[in-house]
């Protein structure tokens, strides 16, 4: 691209203005700091759009991933980020994260660990606290649905047995995934996680309910108790 600075996008040559590249090129071609700055559109007196989205993205080693965890609070911090800026990168790359979960949801037969990981590292892996999820299958292992059972803060959540059972006698499941995550980072599952996970398999035999998995999600990693001989 060539040199702009002091310029506005409009003065660009129209092969170097993301929009119009985008048109006459196709979005494949585009920049991930070109498509944030079609985004956000303007830049500042000192920057451009795509100059502004290039300080952004250095300041989270280029990493989308590490960028979809900052809060619209979070990116107001750099200057020449309003709100109304801030609220379209994080809009957008919640439509990101959906999409990739609906791929995931559209598998429908849960056949090893990692399609769970894939229905739930786009829900879990980014939030800053730790939240409880179960999968309900029916006998041939195919997806009822997904409920979130609890939310916690950074170091754990509470989890009731008795609120997991019932929701799965409620809706007919043979077999339920619990699934939660670790913002730490950390994939070793903890004495409250292995405890949660016998009390839920012993007490789901009784109702002839089979525990399939339990997940530990992190951001790129997880663990799996069936992978790792737990249950």
């Not at 920057?47 to 809060?71: C, F, M, P, Q």
């Not at 292992?141 to 009731?160: F, M, Y």
């Not at 799965?168 to 995550?181: G, P, R, T, V, Y």
Request: net charge neutral; aromatic share 4%; glycine share 6%.
């Amino acid at each position: 691209m060539a040199e702009y600075k002091n310029l506005s996008i409009k003065e660009w040559s129209l092969e170097d203005r993301p929009r119009e590249k985008l048109l006459n090129k196709g979005i494949s071609t585009l920049s991930d700091a070109e498509l944030i700055a079609i985004i956000i559109r303007m830049g500042t007196r000192d920057e451009s759009a795509v100059e502004l989205a290039k300080r952004i993205l250095n300041s989270v080693e280029n990493n989308l991933n590490e960028l979809g965890k900052l809060t619209v609070d979070d990116l107001q911090k750099y200057k020449g980020m309003g709100e109304a800026k801030a609220i379209g990168i994080v809009a957008a790359l919640e439509l990101g994260r959906r999409r990739k979960l609906t791929e995931s949801m559209n598998r429908k037969q849960i056949t090893s660990s990692r399609d769970i990981y894939d229905i739930f590292h786009p829900v879990l892996a980014d939030l800053p606290n730790e939240e409880f999820w179960i999968i309900l299958l029916n006998r041939s292992n195919k997806l009822i649905e997904r409920q979130k059972i609890s939310q916690g803060g950074i170091s754990g959540t509470v989890t009731d047995v008795r609120i997991i059972l019932k929701t799965a006698l409620e809706k007919l499941a043979s077999a339920i995934i619990l699934c939660h995550n670790h913002p730490s980072g950390n994939i070793k599952p903890s004495e409250s996680d292995i405890s949660i996970t016998n009390k839920i398999k012993e007490s789901g035999k009784l109702m002839d309910i089979n525990l399939i998995d339990h997940i530990i999600v992190t951001d790129g990693k997880y663990y799996s108790f069936a992978d790792e001989g737990m249950i």
